[in-house]
């Protein structure tokens, strides 16, 4: 199982994962796991409870991730030396 494979098990089991458009805790339209859907995303005008394809939701978790890991390496010295 790879990196991502696991991190995603783990946001699944802490964030949980919707197929569909939802307002989070703060009236914020989200989708996937955990994913704020911004004005960019295809479903910024989506209504709330818009079905949303398992393949987007890996699609935003994968972009989400991304970002997260780029921000971890310009914080973190050598951050990809670290173990998981």
Known sequence: ????EKLRKNLEVDEGVMYAVYTDH???KTTGIGHKILPTDAEYDWP????VSEERVQELFEKD????L???RW???NFDTYPE
């Open 1 to 4: 199982m790879t990196f991502l």
């Open 26 to 28: 703060l009236g914020i």
């Open 48 to 51: 709330v409870g818009a079905p």
């Open 65 to 68: 991730m991304a970002i997260c």
């Open 70 to 72: 780029n921000d971890c």
């Open 75 to 77: 914080v973190i010295n």
